[in-house]
Each structure stands twice: as structure tokens, then as C-alpha cells.
């Protein structure tokens, strides 16, 4: 079976090399361009991925493109940067492909200094903390290395279009009584500045976003 990988993407043709050199056997990427100023996209078809123009810019409008476009029964996300590597996914997937989960979500480990600035780090155990009250789901991290099946994941009818998608995402699974599971992947320095935990303000911006997500699902 193939499972389609769906890679948000804004300026990373750093990265993209590395990333898509590594996808294993079987599993095929899916670049959503949101709107680089780069050779993102050029670079990624010259590897052979299939590239998705999503114009309309925020993280979670480039996964849901991605996840429209695609028509694997099996998807998985993760990030472009080069922090997560492609090589993991199939621990990832395999218990959405074995029948045993419903959306597997990678738990990171930082693999080298400056991985995980601290600021992001804090800010994830407090959500992850909160989601474990909230949701009963054993998760300590609400990773952006994930798998889940395509039909279902259109079905619980996503709305948020920046960084509250992959909570989102998570809240709806989890009330609509999804087996959710984690594994632990490695997490690395991506290559360039992050857009989110590379600056305290770019994480406060990801924190507001997921605040407002989960003040939504607690109406």
C-alpha cells in the first residue's frame, strides 16, 4: 500500500533535498507550497514529489490542501525542515496500517543541542498536559510526525487554518472516539530558522492560535 506524506512547506529548499532523499520505499510526498519566495517548489519536482499550491498562507491551510489533494488511503504529515526524519514514518503509520490506531502521532525526542528551544518545549508539555485531562489520550507531545486514514480525518470536518490545526485535529479525533496512540521519534535541528520555535514571538503566535482552539471545543 502507499501512503501519501504530506509536507507543508514555506522557503525550505535547504531542506527539501535531505527530506525527500530519505522517504522510504512506499511512501510518496505530497510538497504543499505556501507560497515560498524560494526554489521550494522547483526543487521538490525535480525530486520527483508532487507538488500542491496553496496560496492562501497559515500551516494549517497547507495541510489541508495536502490532505484534500491526496488520494492514498493511509497519509501522514510531517514537517519539511529537516528536523523530523522521513526514515521514521513507517513506525509511525504502522499501527494505522495494522488496524491497531486511528491517528498515531510521532512523540519527539531531541537528538541534538538546540533541538527543541526551551520556550517551545514548555509550551508543548502544558498543551500536552491539558490534552491528557481533557482527552484521556496518552500523549505527552503534539507532534507534527503523524498518521492517520484520509477518509476519516476529511470526516471530522477540520475548520482551523493556522497553527490550531494539529490540535484540532486531536480534539475532534478524540471525541469522535479515535484510538490515539504515540511512538517516539527522533527530533533534530531543522535546517534554517523555524518559524515558529525559531523566536518567542513566532511560539506565542502558535500558542494563541491552540488556545483559541481549545476554548472552541470546550463550548
Known amino acids: 500500500m502507499t501512503v501519501e506524506v504530506i509536507l507543508p512547506c514555506l522557503n525550505e529548499e535547504a531542506a527539501l533535498g535531505w527530506v525527500l532523499g530519505r522517504m522510504p520505499d512506499g511512501y510518496r510526498a505530497v510538497v504543499v ?84 528551544p526551551w520556550h517551545a518545549r514548555l509550551g508543548n508539555a502544558v498543551l500536552a498536559r491539558g490534552l491528557r485531562r481533557r482527552t484521556g489520550a496518552p500523549l505527552h507531545d503534539l507532534g507534527p510526525m503523524r498518521a492517520a486514514r484520509r477518509s476519516e480525518l476529511l470526516a471530522l470536518g477540520l475548520t482551523d487554518r493556522r497553527f490550531g490545526y494539529p490540535l484540532e485535529m486531536v ?37 494563541s492560535d491552540m488556545r483559541r482552539v481549545m476554548a472552541d471545543h470546550m463550548r
Not at 529537516?82 to 488496524?99: C, H, M, N, T
Not at 531543522?190 to 503566535?205: F, I, Y
Open 33 to 116: 507550497d505556501n507560497g515560498s519566495t524560494d526554489r521550494s517548489a522547483e526543487i521538490a519536482r525535480d525530486l520527483g514529489a508532487r507538488v500542491v499550491d496553496e496560496p492562501r498562507r497559515g500551516f494549517g491551510a497547507a495541510c489541508h490542501a495536502g490532505l484534500l489533494a491526496a488520494g492514498a488511503e493511509v497519509v501522514c504529515f510531517m514537517d519539511a525542515d529537516a528536523s523530523l526524519d522521513p526514515r521514521q514514518l513507517p513506525a509511525v503509520a504502522e499501527p494505522v496500517l495494522g488496524g491497531r490506531a486511528d491517528l498515531v502521532l510521532g512523540a519527539r525526542r531531541p537528538r541534538a543541542a538546540g533541538a527543541w
Open 171 to 207: 480534539l475532534r479525533a478524540a471525541a469522535s472516539g479515535w484510538r490515539i496512540a504515540e511512538v517516539e521519534v527522533d527530533y533534530l535541528r531543522r535546517a534554517g530558522r523555524s518559524k515558529v520555535t525559531g523566536t518567542v514571538r513566532g511560539t506565542m503566535r502558535a500558542a
